[in-house]
């Protein structure tokens, strides 16, 4: 039908048929069945002459190699019988084969990866998984940074994660049979290894990267990828590192945490501040509408001067986790110029640093806020979080107004409708009415834990208001500031 319709087009006389037709002849002469009648015509065509070799051997191009084609009836005509296809030979680069080469891409050959073979108990490896999972990036496009490395040596089962912002490396006691190291999904093999029951895991390394689990009637094999395209991890460098208290450093990071802003545009404050001196530790997170301080005196570190850094939030939330579950009393610490070293354990948690420079904290710290009340913390807790039902979506404000020994919080929104509780407290001061987040009080108030009591400073409804434990502990220093609501 085609070789039908060209031979039509050329007989119209037309220069721009003459070209297309012409484009489908070439491309039917050089990778389809051309019917010889139709090519012996363009080759006739006195328009479109051109030199070219006899049809019964001609040269043709395909992917980048030339092909010598010899036949004798012409078998790329579609309308030739099968059953009368003649044996053909191809000759490439000067050798003759029985029929065209294959276009398809070569398999390439199996790599075989270092070999592995250790033992280790399931309920080791499962709690080194799970302190790892946190770091694991599960949603990436690079695949490599979903598995977890693994090297075996000295009796010991290196685990390894990163997300190339931060990276963990734990290890556990094995039996190593022959060391090596490999890569194994990460959630895979954690949830895997949840569902076995306890005894002696066997890991093996086989060909092409597969790694074979083995327990009991259990037998498992995985799709690693290679070694190699794993990012290296720094070690913990030892020179100038320092230790810090393990318990303060976890009390700190609790009572800030929730401070620390969300947003990526304020980068600095996607952060807590850590400052190191000789004799005291501070930690201060803000997002521009609250400010956490806490400060933890009566320390004996080896610093000189002071030591500033910058700790992103999703590395506090990781170092809060690896302290909570450790017993150790001190923790080490160092650093370099790009990169935050934290050794809990047998544990080591790295984290690039924040570039830029934190705000001023100490210039909006309150030193004049006159007004105050004291409250009892599960009593102003409660009554918040009812209010906080009927505030607004997206302001989520609540009014609270001190007046003689009482102080009333209520809320209102034409969607929800109004809600006021009233708290009873010694107030003999000038009535005042000021309003702030709900959410914003109620992070702090959850932070404060088993406090008894609170105390609540004020100067007028547009400074910033103080809020810290009234019974705090002597060389905990710690205070929330929030900025004021207008209602």
Request: glycine fraction near 6%; charge should be neutral; hydrophobic fraction near 40%.
């Amino acid at each position: 039908m085609i070789g039908f319709a060209a031979v039509v087009l050329i007989s119209t006389g037309n220069c721009y048929c003459y070209w297309f037709c012409i484009q489908i002849i070439r491309f039917l002469e050089a990778g389809f069945c051309l019917p010889p009648a139709l090519a012996r015509r363009e080759r006739a065509h006195p328009r479109f002459c051109r030199s070219r070799p006899a049809f019964p051997q001609r040269k043709f191009a395909l992917e980048t190699k030339v092909f010598l084609y010899n036949e004798g009836n012409d078998p790329r005509n579609p309308l030739f019988a099968q059953s009368a296809r003649k044996p053909r030979t191809w000759t490439t680069q000067g050798k003759e084969c029985s029929d065209m080469p294959s276009l398809e891409t070569p398999e390439k050959p199996v790599v075989e990866s270092t070999a592995m073979e250790i033992s280790v108990n399931r309920q080791q490896l499962l709690r080194e998984l799970t302190a790892t999972q946190g770091v694991v990036e599960r949603k990436t496009t690079i695949p490599i940074l979903s598995n977890f490395l693994l090297e075996a040596t000295d009796d010991r089962l290196t685990i390894t994660a990163t997300d190339l912002d931060q990276s963990i490396r734990t290890s556990c006691e094995a039996k190593v049979k022959k060391p090596g190291a490999c890569t194994i999904p990460a959630r895979k093999l954690y949830d895997y290894i949840k569902l076995l029951p306890d005894g002696e895991i066997g890991i093996k390394l086989m060909e092409n990267h597969w790694v074979q689990i083995r327990l009991g009637r259990s037998n498992t094999k995985m799709v690693g990828m290679a070694r190699a395209n794993f990012p290296q991890v720094s070690p913990f460098p030892t020179a100038g590192a320092i230790r810090l208290p393990a318990a303060a450093l976890r009390n700190m990071i609790s009572k800030t945490i929730f401070a620390v802003a969300n947003e990526e545009s304020r980068y600095t404050l996607n952060g807590a501040l850590l400052l190191v001196k000789a004799g005291s530790l501070t930690m201060v997170a803000t997002d521009g509408h609250r400010l956490a301080h806490i400060e933890k005196t009566g320390e004996d570190l080896s610093v000189s001067g002071e030591k500033r850094l910058l700790i992103p939030r999703k590395a506090l939330s990781e170092l809060q986790s690896l302290l909570a579950n450790t017993e150790e009393e001190f923790i080490g610490f160092s650093d370099d110029e790009q990169t935050l070293y934290f050794q809990v354990g047998n544990r080591v948690l790295t984290s690039r640093k924040l570039t830029g420079q934190f705000p001023n904290y100490e210039a909006v710290l309150p030193r004049d806020n006159n007004r105050f009340v004291i409250v009892r913390t599960t009593d102003l807790l409660s009554s918040i979080q009812r209010v906080a039902q009927f505030a607004d979506e997206r302001s989520g404000a609540v009014k609270l107004r001190l007046e003689q020994n009482e102080m009333k919080i209520s809320s209102s929104s034409t969607e929800a409708g109004e809600s006021e509780d009233t708290i009873e407290t010694p107030y003999n001061m000038d009535p005042l009415v000021i309003g702030f987040n709900s959410s914003y009080m109620v992070d702090f108030l959850k932070a404060v834990g088993d406090v008894s009591e609170v105390r609540l400073e004020f100067k007028d409804a547009q400074t910033a208001g103080q809020v810290r434990p009234e019974d705090a502990q002597d060389d905990f220093r710690y205070r929330y500031i929030i900025m004021p609501m207008r209602i």
